[in-house]
């Protein structure tokens, strides 16, 4: 009941304030009669669609694992007093029976994968179809791979985008060799682009 009341008096007050003063006036009250959107509601809500994403990426690739990382400060502090940058894996969804990675990376030092997020930067994508294969740029990976099982990568660095800065990548692992087709590396970018607006729209939050 009070509820409803609340509801006319909203709408009444704001039709006579319209009448009275004008745009600006009525901007000023809807954002206080507006309750501001709950951060943990956005965060689930952020959460549920990010996750729903990479299921999807790990079934249509008939993938082992697809997990996504995001940079962070990590706290401790360089001889500059500038606080050392890390990332952690934040998301991720695995086939039955395969063991997660977020356990492992978790608070990594960006500095010992610097090949690798170099590359992000120069061109947002990497492909490791095979880590045994010598002739393949592996960018400091294989160690990484060797210890949880992943015999084939294929990675998308994630851009803010509002600010074009790189916030984090997207992995999706096979346990066995893998050659994606072009097709199938145009879809994991795509989803990928979707994980990054929902990040983004995180960020601004």
Partial sequence: ?????????????????????????????????TKPKDELEIELYSTEKITTEIEEVLKKLDADRVWITQFHNGGHFLHSNKSMQKFSVVYEVDAAGVLPVSTIFTNIPISLYSRCFSEMLTTKFIAIPNYEDET??????????????????????????????????????????????????????????????????????
């Fill in 136 to 205: 393949v740029a592996t960018y400091g990976l294989k160690a990484g791979a060797e210890a949880t099982g992943a015999k084939s990568s294929y990675i998308v660095g994630l851009f803010d985008f509002g600010t074009s800065k790189l916030m984090g990548s997207v992995g999706v692992d096979f346990l066995e060799p893998k050659q994606l087709t072009d097709s199938e590396i145009e879809y994991f970018k795509t989803r990928s682009e979707r994980v990054a607006g929902y990040l983004s729209s995180n960020r601004q939050n």
């Fill in 1 to 33: 009941m009070n509820q409803h009341f609340m509801e006319i008096f909203g709408s009444v007050l704001v039709a006579l304030i319209t009448a009275l003063f004008g745009p600006v006036a009525i901007l000023w009250v809807k954002k206080k009669l």
